[in-house]
């Protein structure tokens, strides 16, 4: 190529640049990042690098943990609970009370954590995965009955039991019989509702693949196994998540899998049960009645599953308040996200239905808010409310060897718990 033809192409190009890109900024978009960030309410979006919105109020850290906790619980004196469960090896301690900011003891005894030859499984720890307190003030443990390195759950390890928190007393366990126990079940989080039916009933999901919900009738300890292998408690096909900005695929050294834990999180408000499917950005709720009804189909129980939409993001964890308020752990937003179920709280209009009013949440109004969203928040994983709280434990679990190219462990302990303020109770 001439040189002459070069410099009149370049020419052309330069006269392009001047006519499209004025070297000063003519929409005045700001230059410099302010050390301070003052933003306005018409302040141009994205001028610094880390120009990320932080959403919410403050969190306060209450615990730290060396381990990564799954579970949480918070008893009417702000005691703190947290289970350190056997997914990939054993742990010394399966359930703690914090005695300190960085101190645990052992709950409800030392004996009880790890199960010995000389004990019969079904009075101790195999695989703890969450403690929840009731609204009688009882403690509950979900035990899933699968030890570490094993893929199924066993009769009578299987299990949950109920502890007074006061004296720490075995109530009642609860097995979770073995005709359920098939295709990898997997008992992983419980809620308790006290009043329903005769003596109250437990809500159960299973994280195996195919998923299913658990229900307990806690007066004659009859279980039944709902839902399992539909959509509603399936992981999504291929499912690929995001962390801290970051794709997110299962590994198995260099084999690239994908997650396939399917219902997870699992929180009841309004009479209902609300649940996610963890590897998906999906949640559903039923009613809880219908849930437990032993005559409904299996068609009809798919049919009365409500699907309120996608919230946006993969989530492990809910919890729900006295104000009909469903609180989901968003782990890929490092958010909290909510989400109201009584139109009474409802601060906007929705499809045409004004704010306030009476009566539940239409499923096709339910809208999902983000409550806190924070670098601190490194996978939040399990919530509970008290006293105008809300505690949570974050374990940083998209970072752990699993999900990690290699198997990696990612994670940098230590893992902190918080609680922020919501002025609220929890669901009763
Ligand atoms: C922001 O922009 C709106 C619309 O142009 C204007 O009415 C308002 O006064 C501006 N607010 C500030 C703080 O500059
Ligand atoms: C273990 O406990 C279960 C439940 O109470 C009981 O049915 C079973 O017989 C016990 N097993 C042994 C070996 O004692
Ligand atoms: C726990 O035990 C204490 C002392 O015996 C008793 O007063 C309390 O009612 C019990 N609580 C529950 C929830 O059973
Ligand atoms: C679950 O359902 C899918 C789709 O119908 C089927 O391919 C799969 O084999 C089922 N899994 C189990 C454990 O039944
Ligand atoms: C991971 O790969 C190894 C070696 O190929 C294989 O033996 C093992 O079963 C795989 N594990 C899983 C969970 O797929
Ligand atoms: C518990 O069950 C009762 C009786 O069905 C119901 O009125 C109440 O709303 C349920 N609680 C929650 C938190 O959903």
């Known amino acids: 190529m001439a040189l002459g033809l070069l410099l009149s192409l370049a020419v052309a190009v330069a006269a392009q640049i001047d006519t499209f890109c004025p070297p000063v900024p003519f929409h005045g978009f700001p230059d410099t990042c302010p050390s301070t960030p003052t933003r306005g309410p018409n302040s141009t979006i994205g001028v610094c690098t880390q120009d990320f919105d932080i959403i919410g109020s403050g969190l306060e850290a209450v ?7 799954t579970g949480l619980a918070v008893d009417s004196t702000l005691n703190v609970y947290l289970t350190y469960p056997r997914n990939s090896g054993p742990t010394p301690k ?7 900011f960085t101190e645990e003891e052992p709950w ?18 195999i695989n703890v995965q969450n403690v929840v307190l009731d609204s009688l003030g009882q403690m509950w443990v979900i035990d899933s009955g699968i030890a570490p390195g094993q893929s199924s759950a066993v009769l009578f390890g299987t299990k949950v039991m109920s502890f007074n928190v006061t004296t720490r007393e075995l109530i009642r366990t609860y097995f979770i019989p073995e005709s359920l126990l ?12 006290n009043t329903l039916g005769t003596n109250g009933y437990a809500f159960i999901t299973d994280a195996s693949a195919a998923g299913s919900l658990i229900t307990i009738n806690l007066d004659d300890g ?20 995001s962390y801290n900005g970051r794709p997110l695929y299962g590994w198995n050294g260099t084999t690239k899998l994908f997650p ?9 408000a309004s009479g209902n049960v609300y649940w996610g499917v963890l590897a998906s950005r999906r949640y559903y709720f039923i009613l809880q009645s219908t849930l437990v009804d032993d005559t409904i189909s299996d068609k009809d129980m798919l049919d009365a599953v409500q699907d309120p939409g996608q919230l946006g993001s993969e989530q492990a964890g809910f919890t729900a308040d006295d104000r009909g308020r469903v609180y989901i752990m968003a782990s890929e937003h490092n958010a909290i996200y909510y989400v109201d179920t009584v139109q009474s709280e409802m601060r906007e209009e929705v499809n045409g239905v004004a704010p306030g009013g009476s009566g539940l949440v239409a499923t096709e109004n339910y809208m999902v808010k983000t409550l806190v969203r924070s670098g601190l928040i490194q996978h939040a994983d399990s919530a509970a409310i008290m006293d105008g709280w809300l505690y949570f434990c974050t374990n940083q679990l998209a970072l752990s060897p699993a999900r990690q190219y290699n198997n990696v462990d990612a994670r940098k302990g230590p893992f902190r718990s918080y609680r922020t303020r919501i002025g609220r109770g929890p669901a009763a």
């Open 94 to 100: 399966n359930v703690v009370l914090a005695t300190s």
């Open 63 to 69: 615990h730290e943990s060396i381990q990564a906790p």
């Open 182 to 193: 098939y295709e990898n079940m997997n008992a992983n989080d419980l809620r308790i509702n």
């Open 222 to 241: 009859s279980a039944s196994r709902r839902l399992f292998n539909t959509t509603v408690t399936r992981a999504d096909r291929n499912f690929v998540g």
């Open 108 to 125: 409800p005894s030392a004996d009880i954590q790890n199960c010995t030859p000389s004990q019969n499984i079904s009075e101790c720890f």
């Open 260 to 268: 396939k834990t399917g219902s997870d999180g699992i929180a009841l």
